[in-house]
């Protein structure tokens, strides 16, 4: 991270939303809101401008939405982690963000704490995955994929240990590292060990698109 604290470009079209933001993230004393931008475009320019650790997106956004501007960060500033702010009725663009590299995604009614673990968690490598929210939307998702896809996936997730698979399944509902440890009788810090090796192996540049592979290949259900 950039500094000693974790540092947040806010992007929504809608000051009273980029405010109620700011707010609650200045609550933890770690974190810095560096700048905010009322489209995809400016959010771009501020996170060259500023090397934030996170960028906040909203999905809707006029001159260039949040999934643009997830693409254009990816390439200009790989670096800077990017978190979709979304509803449960956008299931398609959930689903474009997770797949283009996202670090994951939060609902707008989510819960302040929520919002400021995901921020700490986007900054620390990982990608953010809500128990709760993660899960409905993963398995919605889940229910629209096809058959071939979920042969792609099998193939894929066939080059993994049993132990590395029966992480996998848990990444896929949802769970922290720390949950899967108590889960599987493993330290945090082997599970975080297994982590990297699953995403290494499956070509997948972060939790949430291993949770979806998870969910693909019939892991956990």
């Given at each position: 991270?950039?500094?000693?604290?974790v540092?947040?470009v806010?992007?929504?079209?809608?000051p009273?939303i980029r405010?109620?933001?700011?707010?609650?993230?200045?609550?933890?004393?770690e974190?810095?809101?560096?700048?905010?931008?009322?489209?995809?475009?400016e959010?771009?320019a501020?996170a060259?401008a500023h090397?934030?650790?996170?960028v906040?997106?909203?999905?809707?956004?006029?001159?260039?939405?949040?999934?643009?501007?997830l693409?254009?960060l990816?390439r200009a500033?790989?670096a800077?982690?990017?978190?979709?702010?979304?509803?449960?009725?956008e299931?398609d663009n959930?689903?474009?963000?997770?797949?283009s590299?996202?670090?994951?995604?939060?609902l707008?009614?989510?819960?302040?704490?929520?919002?400021?673990?995901?921020?700490?968690?986007?900054a620390?490598?990982?990608?953010?995955?809500?128990?709760?929210?993660?899960?409905?939307v993963v398995d919605?998702?889940?229910?629209?994929?096809?058959?071939?896809?979920g042969?792609a996936?099998?193939a894929?997730?066939?080059q993994?240990?049993?132990r590395?698979r029966?992480?996998?399944a848990?990444?896929?509902e949802?769970?922290?590292n720390?949950?899967?440890g108590?889960r599987l009788?493993?330290?945090?810090?082997t599970?975080?060990?297994?982590?990297?090796?699953?995403?290494?192996?499956?070509?997948?540049?972060?939790?949430?698109?291993?949770a979806?592979l998870?969910r693909?290949?019939g892991l956990?259900t």
């Open positions: 991270m950039a500094g000693p604290g540092r947040v806010i992007a929504d079209d809608e009273l405010a109620g933001i700011r707010l609650i993230l200045t609550s933890d004393p974190i810095e809101v560096v700048a905010e931008a009322a489209n995809g475009r959010a771009v501020l060259l090397a934030p650790d996170v906040l997106l909203d999905i809707q956004m006029p001159v260039m939405d949040g999934l643009a501007a693409g254009e990816r500033a790989p800077v982690r990017a978190i979709i702010l979304t509803t449960f009725g299931r959930v689903l474009r963000a997770l797949e590299g996202g670090a994951g995604f939060l707008k009614d989510t819960a302040p704490a929520e919002l400021i673990g995901a921020v700490r968690a986007a620390a490598g990982d990608a953010y995955l809500s128990p709760a929210a993660t899960r409905h919605q998702l889940a229910s629209d994929r096809t058959a071939a896809r042969g996936a099998r894929r997730v066939a993994l240990s049993d590395e029966d992480v996998l848990l990444l896929g949802g769970l922290s720390a949950d899967t108590r009788h493993m330290s945090e810090a599970v975080k060990t297994y982590v990297s090796r699953i995403l290494a192996k499956l070509e997948c540049d972060n939790r949430v698109q291993a979806l998870a693909d290949a956990g």
